[in-house]
Structure formats: structure tokens, C-alpha cells
Nanobody, 126 residues
Framework: QVQLVESGGGLVQAGGSLRLSCLLSGGSLSLYDMGWFRQAPGKEREFVAAINWSSGNKYYADSVKGRFTISRDNAKNTVSLQMNSLKPEDTAVYYC???????????????????WGQGTQVTVSS
């Protein structure tokens, strides 16, 4: 059974950086589209970034473009999210997600992902 475990969250001042990691067990990361989503209090879960399993193409929400970078290390079964120039509005619980798919359709949609981590809190103070 595929399981995802995030790590790396914490408290950081505005302008700072954090790196989130997500370890996939029970499968081979190389076969999965992987995404990062986040959910702030009182808001819906939203797309942050994703990476396609076959092409390696990366996709980002407009709100994080140029500041966040998603990457994968198939040998370590790990996907990471490097977050720079953090803002207070980036404060949320961040979730790692995975899916098996033959297309990029709905790659940014929460409903297309089957596997989810437990989430890690990121708090950015002003």
C-alpha cells in the first residue's frame, strides 16, 4: 500500500525559506505524478505545484511561481518543495499527493489524486 509522509515544515519569518520533503513507500516514485497542495484555516485545499512522472514537467500555481520549486529524486523515492521568499499568506498545512495517470489532465486538481500524506504545518510570520 502506498503511503506518503511529509517532513520539513515549521515556523519561519517572512522572506525566509523552507524545504519540504515527501517520502513515498510501498511503490516506486518514478511511476507517480506528484503534487503539493496546501490548506489554510477556513479555506479549501489548493494546488501549489506538481511534477509529471514521465516528462518531468513541472507546474505551479501563479501565487508561488518564481518562489517555489518542486523536484523529485526517484532513487530516494522522495519529492521535495523548496520554498523561498516566503510570505505570511503561504501559511498553511502542506500536503503531498500522488497519483498514477497516463495523461496530465487534472494534474492540478485535488480530486485526481488518490494518495495523500498527513500534512505538515508551515507558518510564516510577518
Amino acid at each position: 500500500q502506498v503511503q506518503l509522509v511529509e517532513s520539513g515544515g515549521g515556523l519561519v519569518q517572512a522572506g525566509g525559506s523552507l524545504r519540504l520533503s515527501c517520502l513515498l513507500s510501498g511503490g516506486s516514485l518514478s511511476l507517480y505524478d506528484m503534487g503539493w497542495f496546501r490548506q489554510a484555516p477556513g479555506k479549501e485545499r489548493e494546488f501549489v505545484a506538481a511534477i509529471n512522472w514521465s516528462s518531468g514537467n513541472k507546474y505551479y500555481a501563479d501565487s508561488v511561481k518564481g518562489r517555489f520549486t518542486i523536484s523529485r529524486d526517484n532513487a530516494k523515492n522522495t519529492v521535495s518543495l523548496q520554498m523561498n521568499s516566503l510570505k505570511p499568506e503561504d501559511t498553511a498545512v502542506y500536503y503531498c499527493a500522488g497519483r498514477r495517470s497516463t495523461t496530465i489532465v487534472a494534474l492540478t486538481k485535488t480530486t485526481s489524486y488518490i494518495y495523500w500524506g498527513q500534512g505538515t504545518q508551515v507558518t510564516v510570520s510577518s
